[in-house]
């Protein structure tokens, strides 16, 4: 007879899951201190995105998970791709319909995550968010392959639908409507524009004594932005 205790402890050995708690390593690729920080948010981030794109461990450098909340206050969390850096914030683009569009218009605010574990590096940041201007969608959206075009007008993102098979159709017809002609943004696609107030650059250290610094923006009317070191 097996021995339920044994039989147990067999299947901690082959749950990932169970060994959970055991899991850690330490962070000792790097540190951020102030004396090395640059001026603004924005000059960081150029910073250590030029090194994200760099490190061939990383995929994709400009994916960024983007927080929102509905107007009950439920989060939600998904992952796109930043398409944009200046002074006003980070831009990305999507269905103003899909889950993430209706949430940003009960409550347009945000949060965003870059995280580059291989540089044992994240940055986080906070802002109110605004759709961007009609012209700078269409120039992004010109830019896109046809294919990707196309798939906007077709998708009814974070809609249900029937199966694969009612997607490809709807693309087939899109494809069939347009034909070789140029593609148009669809009214209901366009870009965000998260206007950054803070922007917290991670470090990993060892012994979980990271690195934690912010730009925060104290004054807006003023443009007075602090700099803060926070306990990790």
């Known amino acids: 007879m097996t021995d339920p205790a044994n039989s147990a402890a067999g299947n901690d050995a082959g749950d990932p899951l169970a060994r959970l708690a055991g899991t850690r390593r330490s962070y000792l690729s790097g540190e951020l201190s102030e004396d090395v920080l640059a001026p603004t948010w924005l000059e960081q981030l150029r910073i250590w995105f030029g090194q994200a794109i760099a490190d061939e461990r990383i995929g994709e450098p400009n994916a960024m998970q983007v927080a929102t909340a509905d107007a009950a206050g439920r989060p939600d969390l998904r992952t796109v791709l930043a398409r944009g850096f200046d002074e006003a914030g980070v831009v990305f683009y999507t269905n103003y319909s899909s889950a993430k569009g209706r949430q940003l218009a009960d409550n347009p605010v945000a949060a965003a995550l870059f995280s580059w574990l291989p540089l044992e590096r994240q940055v986080r940041l906070r802002g109110p968010v605004a759709k961007v201007e009609r012209a700078e969608t269409a120039r992004y959206f010109a830019s896109r392959p046809r294919g990707a075009q196309l798939a906007a007008w077709a998708s009814p993102q974070s809609e249900p639908i029937a199966g694969r098979a009612e997607l490809d159709r709807r693309l087939a017809e899109v494809t069939e409507r347009f034909g070789d002609g140029e593609i148009s943004p ?47």
């Not at 912010?214 to 602090?226: C, F, T």
């Open 186 to 232: 669809p009214p209901h696609w366009g870009g965000y524009r998260i206007a950054v107030t803070e922007a917290e650059f991670w470090q990993g250290r060892e012994f979980r004594l990271h690195d934690r610094l912010r730009y925060r923006l104290a004054d807006p009317a003023a443009d007075r932005w602090v700099i803060e070191r926070l306990g990790p």
